[in-house]
């Protein structure tokens, strides 16, 4: 595939740039995202772009808004501000969960909701027992006349403290049938604890845990629920969604590394030592070569799988490998751009050290490195690492 954008395409890129010069940047100066930012703050900064979204969105003319185009949107916002690009993307997941599997009332009530900040979303899978198989969750959701009686723990989940509604995967019992399902909790109208968890990268990012102790959830709220919970029909549910999401995380990645590289090229610019700008050293131009081949590979293994869903085919190979090829390229990539600015890079003072611990967080979620290697490996073996 050789990625040459059209001529919308390009029109939609400067709109997005220019969204986030105008938009998102000065949200840098007025909020802190060293730390976790709020619910308060996730409702004003929503407020606040709601309207030059939909701007934006008239100006692009939505029927054209095709996956190509939503990445170009996802690498901008990602290079000005990586916390509030995952706070937001994470936030809004449960309003694509509800229209690709939810019923028309869930849809009616919740996505309207969702989309305009008033409540704030997450999905909760993990569990201090159970990461990278998600089959093999212990929350539980026992059938109580018009309810399931919800207990559990989850634990990393974005947006887990901020959150209004909570997207769970739990083990569903009705009567002696069991299986893995889907529930929307409200946190209104069937309360959940929840707590943050500190973490060493995308400090803005709000991620933690959530606690369910007897919470009665209507059995209105079960998404999807094909009734054969044994068949393993709704486990899918939770794995249809990755394609996208992992492709997103790599532009994600690839965004990173591209602000962290740019930062490396003004340094290597800028800086002089032994008599020349740092530069015109062979060894800082050997890592300039590398980093800009690595980060175009990422891209473009990117752009292949958002190509591919925007015909309509299934991409979950293309889109492992740009996911784990992405986030461990920026993951080097940032580590090379605090090489090229020596000690300075490892100060505060310089953007690439926040950079750098950003871009570490994005080789665990949305399957690790490693399990995305399997899932590839299995693609083309035809045999499979998993059982
Ligand atoms: C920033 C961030 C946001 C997140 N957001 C969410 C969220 O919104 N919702 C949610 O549900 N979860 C979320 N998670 C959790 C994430 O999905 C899990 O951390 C991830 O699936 C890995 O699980 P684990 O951390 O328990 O690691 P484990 O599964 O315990 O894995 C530990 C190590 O063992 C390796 N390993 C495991 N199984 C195998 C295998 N079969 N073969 C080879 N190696 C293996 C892994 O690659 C890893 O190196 C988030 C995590 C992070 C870091």
Request: with cysteine.
């Amino acid at each position: 595939m050789f990625l040459d954008y059209t001529e919308e395409q390009r029109l939609i890129a400067d709109m997005a740039r220019d969204f986030v010069s105008r938009e998102v940047l000065p949200l840098n100066e007025r909020y802190d995202f060293n730390r976790p930012i709020t619910r308060e703050e996730y409702g004003e900064i929503w407020q606040s772009l709601l309207p030059a979204v939909m701007r934006l969105a008239e100006g692009m003319d939505l029927s054209d808004l095709d996956y190509i185009s939503v990445g170009i949107l996802i690498e901008e916002i990602f290079k000005a501000n990586p916390s509030l690009a995952c706070t937001i993307g994470m936030a809004v997941g449960p309003a694509v969960t509800l229209h690709l599997f939810g019923s028309v009332e869930l849809k009616k009530k919740y996505i309207p909701l969702v989309l305009s900040g008033q409540k704030v979303g997450c999905t909760a899978i993990t569990e201090p027992n159970v990461g990278s198989n998600p089959a093999g969750v212990q929350s539980t959701a026992v059938r109580d006349g018009d309810s399931y009686i919800l207990n559990g723990t989850k634990t990393w989940i974005s947006c887990a403290h901020i959150s209004d509604l909570a997207v769970v995967t739990c083990r569903i019992r009705e009567g002696k049938r069991e299986g893995i399902g889907l529930l929307l909790v409200d946190r209104g109208t069937s309360p959940y604890d929840s707590s943050e968890l500190p973490h060493i990268g995308l400090k803005g990012f709000p991620t933690g845990e959530l606690y369910f102790s007897d919470c009665q959830v209507p059995c209105s709220n079960r998404i999807g629920g094909s009734g054969n919970e044994e068949s393993g029909e709704d486990l899918k549910m939770v794995f249809q969604g990755f394609e996208y999401a992992r492709t997103a995380m790599a532009l994600g990645a690839v965004a990173m590394a591209q602000a962290a590289f740019d930062h490396a090229v003004s340094y290597a610019k800028e800086r002089r030592q032994w008599g020349k700008y740092i530069g015109e050293h062979q060894m800082i131009q050997e890592m300039i070569a590398d980093m800009s081949t690595a980060i175009d590979a990422a891209r473009l293994l990117a752009y292949r799988a958002l190509s591919l869903l925007q015909q309509g085919k299934r991409c979950d190979r293309e889109a492992c490998m740009a996911k784990y090829y992405a986030t461990e390229m920026a993951v080097e990539v940032t580590s090379k751009a605090i090489q090229i600015h020596g000690a300075n890079g490892l100060s505060e003072e310089y953007p690439v050290e926040r950079i750098f611990r950003d871009a570490r967080m994005f080789t665990i979620p949305d399957g690790t490195t490693q399990i995305q290697k399997l899932i590839v490996a299995r693609d083309i073996l035809g045999l499979s690492a998993f059982c």
